[in-house]
């Protein structure tokens, strides 16, 4: 009986996702991304590619006090993942992440899984103090009140990095301290900065009209309805957030999708094209080596 309600239930949701994508203004759409501006676009693109280089320097920090781990591995490996979550839904990812550290540095599962949960929780506070920073921006008369939210904020990851005990660097009761902790901090903080310019700079390339404040709008709801990762990429998730973003300023839907489609495929295409290219070069220098092996 269940079974049959979800049934019926899939069967409505495709349905009037259909009637909605058949009766879309698509014509509009294709004619604001034929005038896009693809000078910004490519910004838009190395801007995006630096937020995640500064995220797998975060993560590199987090696990030195595991494991040691090369630049570049985690370089690779967070390029590789990103690649993968285009591409894949849930956390696909992050299980590349752990999975190509292994292969590539002999880093254990369990290390570098707990790595990657605690890069989450960095993430996130830093993600809070960014928009923190920004609020204050706006509203000024209240600047020590963000202040307090945002210690607030990293006292809480912090303690919450250090005394849990699956998140501790390792089993012998080692915690994380401050000192460790700052460096990735700091560089969420600037990833998140890079990731809103790679989301302002996408939209008003698409000759889109939008605020700083919006486009902060549409970072912060596209991570949050994209936490699941339902979608390959957020397709459809992404573009729902721009869609409410700029919904105050009166924009069509057909030019806002245009937007979000836009800055899908900064997010996307020269990732994956990266990604692709790292992980076909590891699986080339295994093959060698197993060849010099064999003739051995």
């Not at 599962?109 to 204050?136: D, M, N, Q």
Request: aromatic share 8%; glycine share 12%; net charge positive.
């Amino acid at each position: 009986m269940r079974r049959w309600w979800v049934w019926v239930l899939g069967i409505a949701v495709l349905a009037a996702g259909l009637h909605y994508a058949v009766h879309f203004p698509w014509l509009d759409t294709w004619t604001t991304l034929t005038h896009a501006d693809w000078t910004l676009l490519a910004a838009a693109g190395g801007i995006n590619l630096l937020s995640l280089a500064c995220k797998a320097w975060a993560w590199q920090l987090l696990l030195r006090p595991l494991t040691p781990v090369r630049f570049r591995t985690a370089q690779a490996a967070t390029f590789a993942g990103a690649a993968i979550n285009s591409v894949g839904i849930a956390m696909s990812g992050e299980a590349a992440r752990v999975a190509l550290l292994g292969a590539w540095d002999g880093v254990a599962a369990g290390a570098a899984t707990r790595s990657v949960a605690a890069s989450r929780i960095v993430e996130a506070a830093a993600l809070g103090i960014f928009l923190l920073a920004v609020l204050g921006g706006m509203v000024t008369e209240h600047w020590w009140r963000l202040l307090g939210a945002g210690l607030a904020l990293v006292t809480g990851a912090v303690a919450l990095l250090r005394w849990v005990p699956w998140l501790r660097p390792s089993d012998d009761g080692k915690r994380w301290t401050a000192v460790q902790l700052a460096g990735p901090l700091a560089l969420g903080i600037v990833s998140w900065g890079l990731q809103w310019g790679a989301y302002h700079w996408s939209i008003v390339a698409s000759d889109v009209p939008v605020t700083p404040t919006l486009s902060v709008l549409a970072l912060v709801l596209a991570n949050v309805g994209g936490i699941l990762r339902l979608t390959p990429g957020n397709v459809g998730v992404l573009q729902g957030a721009v869609v409410l973003a700029l919904a105050p300023l009166g924009v069509e839907a057909a030019r806002a999708v245009a937007a979000g489609l836009a800055l899908q495929a900064v997010q996307v295409l020269p990732v994956l094209v990266i990604g692709i290219a790292l992980v076909g070069r590891h699986g080339l220098r295994e093959l060698g080596r197993r060849r010099e092996v064999e003739a051995g």
